[in-house]
Nanobody, 116 residues
Framework: QVQLAESGGGLVQAGGSLRLSCAAS????????MGWYRQAPGKQRELVAS???????NYADSVKGRFTISRDNAKNTVFLQMNSLKPEDTAVYYC??????????WGQGTQVTVSS
């Protein structure tokens, strides 16, 4: 079974940056839809960034211009570079991989906390 391991979360002041990583246990990054969701306390999980297997990236309006998703196919890793962080970005961030057949895998999540 595919495993996804996120890392890179932590505590940062508003205006700061963090880089999240999602390492896959198999060579799926280049073949699957890869994305980053986040879930804040009391809120629904939302998709903040995604990248298709063809390399097309999409972002939620709330993070456009601040977050960048990328991938390293050789390392089976997807990244989320987060700049100009705001307190409202505080959430648990989850990595997702979804195949063309709809099979989805989730990581365990990594906490991002932005202090004002």
């Amino acid at each position: 079974q595919v495993q996804l391991a996120e890392s890179g979360g932590g505590l940062v002041q508003a205006g700061g940056s963090l880089r999240l990583s999602c390492a896959a246990s198999e060579s799926i990054v280049s073949n699957n839809f890869m994305g980053w969701y986040r879930q804040a306390p009391g809120k629904q999980r939302e998709l903040v960034a995604s990248i298709t297997k063809r390399g097309s990236a999409n972002y939620a309006d709330s993070v456009k211009g601040r977050f960048t998703i990328s991938r390293d196919n050789a390392k089976n890793t997807v990244f989320l570079q987060m700049n100009s962080l705001k307190p409202e970005d505080t959430a648990v961030y989850y990595c997702i991989s979804r195949s063309d057949y709809g099979v989805a895998y989730w990581g365990q999540g990594t906490q991002v906390t932005v202090s004002s």
